[in-house]
């Protein structure tokens, strides 16, 4: 049996949320998500609820809705499955790893540069940081009496990495910037 990829296995959780559940209530999750590689555009989602389907982990549903037909999706118990052992331990050595972050790599090539830029990369990546903690800052206040105390959790956790991602670049803004070994 294929294993699920992360995302696969966040598309499967959704649908176990909410099944029965539609495209665009899949599509409307993702792009709320906390995660910036997930795109939420239907050119994604449908090939992936495609390939859910054919993978037998989803079942589809389709009802007459107006003149055209919806479909909607619920977890098959292999679908089930690939979710429970998602959610289960042993986590992998990769999921407990340090994240992706496009910021950090071009951080070791600064050097490469002049203090202006130096210091501009930074501060850029600063403001960027604090618009994006700040918004999700926000959506966990509008969200937070409403929602399951592990979406609350979920939420906590991408602005904990938010706010230490700005400890860090304030870190690198404290730097000598003009030193130079241009």
Not at 4 to 11: I, K, M, P, R, S
Not at 81 to 88: C, D, F, K, N
Not at 96 to 115: C, I, S
């Amino acid at each position: 049996m294929a294993s699920a990829t992360e995302l696969e296995c966040c598309v499967l959780g959704f649908i176990a949320q909410e099944q029965p559940c539609t495209a665009y209530a899949v599509r409307k999750r993702l792009g709320v998500s906390l995660s910036s590689y997930w795109s939420s555009s239907a050119g994604s989602i449908y090939p992936l609820l495609r390939r859910l389907g054919r993978r037998g982990w989803i079942l589809v549903k389709e009802e007459p809705f107006g003149t055209r037909i919806r479909k909607s999706y619920r977890l098959s118990t292999s679908g089930r499955r690939q979710v429970e052992r998602w959610l289960s331990a042993p986590v992998s050595s990769d999921a407990a790893a340090h994240t992706y972050d496009p910021l950090r790599t071009p951080v070791f090539f600064l050097d490469l540069v002049n203090p202006d830029q130096r210091r501009g990369y930074l501060e850029d990546a600063r403001r960027q940081t604090e618009v994006n903690l700040s918004h999700h800052r926000a959506e966990l206040a509008e969200v937070r009496s409403h929602s399951p105390p592990f979406e609350i959790l979920g939420r906590e956790g991408a602005i904990g990495e938010l706010e230490a991602r700005l400890d860090w670049i304030r870190k690198g803004l404290a730097l000598h910037v003009d030193s130079s070994s241009c």
